[in-house]
């Protein structure tokens, strides 16, 4: 039971957007630390694809946007298209794991 | 542009010690956080820990008793053991950049343990 949790699984037809909404507490995103998202698409490496709340690495399209408020946070797809089909994975620190970082257990989205 | 692979056994038996190195490549390797991180099959992902250029390290406490991080700077490597491994630390091993969020993975490596 990871203590960043995500839904199993959004889905959503071609063009429009979905979120994926991750809840923390006051050890992890209360505490003021960061939430980063990563895109594992399958048999791949997760990518980095939001870090600092709200940050693109270059090269990730602006069609990804993350957000952060209080002990949650979120990121949105807008405009999906077929190849945003993955698993998505939000991360953060948590005070109660000695500083190290944590994952939520990860969001399949599906293009309908 | 830093680049990661990690090497070693893809066949690790019961009882005895998992060892992986991570070659980074497109940049130093000093100065900077490298972590580990697993996962098992069809599961998520677990930060085992991170180990600083001048080998300074952080474990997760689920594993602390039995992990151990190196660095050597002169090879450009970081590495990991695993001691005592059973069938539940059969995953896809990653080596990363940074110990707050990653900014570069390597593609992983798949270490099953089993007799």
């Known amino acids: 039971q990871s203590v960043l949790t995500q839904p199993p699984s959004v889905s959503g037809a071609p063009g429009q957007r979905v979120t994926i909404s991750c809840t923390g507490s006051s050890s992890n995103f209360g505490a003021g630390y960061d939430a980063h998202w990563y895109q594992q698409l399958p048999g791949r490496a997760p990518k980095l694809l939001i870090y600092?709340?709200?940050n693109r690495p270059s090269g990730v399209p602006d069609r990804f946007s993350g957000s952060k408020s209080g002990t949650s946070a979120s990121l949105a797809i807008i405009g999906l298209q077929a190849e945003d089909e993955a698993d998505y994975y939000c991360q953060s620190y948590d005070s109660s794991l000695s500083g190290l970082g944590v994952f939520g257990a990860g969001t399949k989205v599906t293009v309908l | 542009q830093v680049q990661l692979q990690e090497s070693g056994p893809g066949l690790v038996r019961p009882s005895e010690t998992l060892s992986l190195t991570c070659t980074v490549s497109?940049?130093?390797?000093?100065?900077?956080?490298w972590s580990w991180i697993r996962q098992p099959p069809g599961t998520g992902l677990e930060w085992i820990g991170y180990?600083?250029?001048?080998?300074?390290?952080n474990y997760n406490p689920s594993l602390k008793s039995r992990v151990t991080m190196s660095v050597d700077t002169s090879k450009n490597q970081f590495s990991l053991k695993l001691s005592s491994v059973t069938a539940a630390d059969t995953a896809v091993y990653y080596c990363?950049?940074?110990?707050?969020?990653?900014?570069?993975w390597g593609q992983g490596i798949l270490v099953t343990v089993s007799s």
């Open positions: 600092g709340n709200s």
């Open positions: 990363a950049r940074r110990h707050d969020y990653v900014e570069n």
């Open positions: 180990i600083y250029s001048t080998g300074s390290t």
């Open positions: 497109g940049g130093s390797i000093s100065n900077s956080y």
